[in-house]
Nanobody, 119 residues
Framework: QVQLVESGGGLVQAGGSLKLSCTASGTTFSIDTMGWYRQVPGKQRDLVAIISSGGSTNYADSVKGRFTISRDNVKNTVFLQMNSLKPEDTAIYYC?????????????WGQGTQVTVSS
């Protein structure tokens, strides 16, 4: 069973930085896209950044130039370096990993990590 373990969330002042990590385990199938999403209570879960197994990236407009996503394919780990944080970045951040099974692709979610940015 695939497990995603996230770490690195916390409380930071506006303008500060945090780095999130997420490691996937429990599968021998290849992991395609990995990414980060965030959710504020009462709102939908939104894409923050995704990265393909080949290193192609895509970012939400609101984080371009401030956040950087990267991954270590050997360790099945994805990172999110968050700089110049703003109070509006406050949310629960969820890791997602899309596993390529024999006949289908399936996205798995981590448990989420809280990021709070104080003004």
């Amino acid at each position: 069973q695939v497990q995603l373990v996230e770490s690195g969330g916390g409380l930071v002042q506006a303008g500060g930085s945090l780095k999130l990590s997420c490691t996937a385990s429990g599968t021998t199938f290849s992991i395609d896209t990995m990414g980060w999403y965030r959710q504020v209570p009462g709102k939908q879960r939104d894409l923050v950044a995704i990265i393909s197994s080949g290193g192609s990236t895509n970012y939400a407009d609101s984080v371009k130039g401030r956040f950087t996503i990267s991954r270590d394919n050997v360790k099945n780990t994805v990172f999110l370096q968050m700089n110049s944080l703003k109070p509006e970045d406050t949310a629960i951040y969820y890791c997602n990993a899309v596993v390529q099974y024999s006949t289908r692709r399936y996205g798995h979610w981590g448990q989420g990590t809280q990021v709070t940015v104080s003004s």
